[in-house]
């Protein structure tokens, strides 16, 4: 997820204009030295976030999500971090912000699931505590995951819909856990089935996002993102907002 440069300029405060210049100086430098690394993060977002869906959905009788920690701890964690900082290098503040959030979100959600950690023994196994917990952990993500779509309205409708469908499939994986604990195995399975589809729809969106990213690099035609970053421009010049 890439942020222009303007952005980072722009948030520079006021009266140091001599900061945003060595910034600019900086990135014209070192900008067409650096590849990009959102076809890196959005891939391995998309291929871990399709993986746990489909068991979330209980695809062909797949429900245990153990196996693809290889795809939550090493894939998708150390991806997005390693993409993170290379974004914070070419002065995406957005870009850099989510890729590490989801890089940490992916590797603690994959970490609660080690067996060796004990996480689950130390609530005495799969009790309504430990179900009441994994609804917090999740539904405090998806309150962190808004504020996030409410900045990607400044980029393009793609992004806005991978946020729309983050946020509707942590609410409801966050309400599935509240209904198991509350011992409704039948309604926690319709919750976790739907959140699996919400998963599944921002993991396709993923892979759109790193197909438009490496067309962009090596082939000639454009995959459209639905860019909203002028209608935003044009509003906050109508209001008068710096």
Not at 19 to 26: D, H, I, L, T
Not at 81 to 106: C, H, K, P
Not at 147 to 153: C, D, G, I, N, T
Request: charged letters at 10%; one cysteine or more; a neutral charge.
């Amino acid at each position: 997820m890439m942020a222009p440069m303007s952005h980072l300029i722009s948030s520079v405060t006021n009266g140091d204009e001599e900061s945003a210049e060595k910034v600019q100086v900086v990135y014209q430098t070192l900008g067409p030295r650096l590849a990009n690394p959102s076809p890196l993060a959005m891939g391995g977002f998309a291929t871990s976030l399709l993986t746990v869906s489909l068991s979330m959905m209980g695809f062909r009788g797949v429900s245990n999500q153990t196996v693809f920690l290889g795809d939550l701890c090493f894939v998708a964690c150390i991806a997005l971090l390693i993409s993170a900082q290379w974004e914070m290098v070419r002065g995406n503040t957005f870009s850099y912000t989510v890729l590490s959030a989801f890089g940490l979100f992916y590797g603690g959600y994959g970490a609660i699931m080690i067996p060796s950690l004990g996480v689950v023994d130390v609530f005495g196994g799969y009790t309504p505590e430990f179900y009441n917990a994994m609804g917090f952990f999740i539904l405090i993500w998806a309150v962190l995951n808004f504020f996030f779509l409410v900045a990607s309205v400044a980029f393009n409708i793609v992004y806005i819909c991978i946020f729309i469908t983050i946020e509707v499939c942590f609410t409801l994986e966050a309400s599935s856990y509240f209904a198991l604990a509350d011992g409704n195995t039948r309604l926690n399975i319709a919750l976790m089935k739907a959140a699996g589809v919400f998963g599944f729809l921002a993991g396709l969106l993923g892979f759109y996002t790193t197909a438009h990213y490496l067309c962009q690099d090596v082939l000639p035609f454009h995959i459209p993102m639905g860019d909203t970053s002028r209608l935003v421009k044009r509003w906050k010049k109508a209001k008068n907002i710096e």
